[in-house]
């Protein structure tokens, strides 16, 4: 086995997932038309680069840091072991330590070339991350918490981080996370969900092993009325009359419906496969 792809599943670059097809390196490319819709003026400048790569290396290394915790759990797992480097001996934990924390360094580096705050914003979400797959903690371990765990380090952290770089606070901010948090919450419900057994082994009493089965389609409802609420607020806040505003509004009508669907169907189709 080649180091690169041995990298490139430590990384989850190269990951078949069911809950999601798209690999999370190309969902990060989100982040150009983000940084065109909050600053479109500063799009073609240094700092839209350097924060796309600061989260590539942030992400890499949460996901590094969830493999080398999660390790001994995955083992009991036929197609976790095979893609956690770790788990099956391809890597010792001292080597993923090394390259988990040297892309923890080259991502948090590259966000402090930006500002302080930004690098501060940077450091709190990511430790988050860490604590959420870390052991003698593991917030992924406590209902609820490991929702809000979850979504601070793969939705907030990323949209915080690079809508900083360009814009200070404001209601556009809040709309926007109205819309990442739900799609991130419910990616980590699917994935408890695909991982109920495993997690019931490994005593992982997360949201779905506390409260077990719930409703896909009352969850789709509170899901989509946080995101029209959030989408209709972050259209108050943009310039109604260019020709982007309708573009952006028609594309962004589509693209949630086609994901929310989805989001439902994967949720029925992983609740009988998983809870039976």
Known sequence: MSKIDILLRLTRIKENSPVSEIPW???LIFIFPLIFLISPQNFFSYNTIII???NVFLTASGFIINDLEDAEDD???LEKRKRNPIANNELTKKQGYLIGFSFLFIGLSL???ISYLVFLVGLVLISVG???SWKPIRLKSIPIIDLISHSISLGILQFSTTYLTFRSFGLQFISLLMIIIPFSVAIDILQEVRDFS????AKINNTIQKFGRFNPTKFFVILGTIIVTGFGILCSTIDRSSIFFSIFLSLSILSGIIILLRT???MRKFSELYYS
């Open 130 to 132: 860490i604590v959420y």
């Open 75 to 77: 083992y009991h797992d």
């Open 198 to 201: 495993v997690d019931k082994k």
């Open 264 to 266: 439902v169907v994967k």
């Open 111 to 113: 966000l402090l070339t």
């Open 52 to 54: 796309f790569l600061a």
């Open 25 to 27: 390196i190309l969902r």
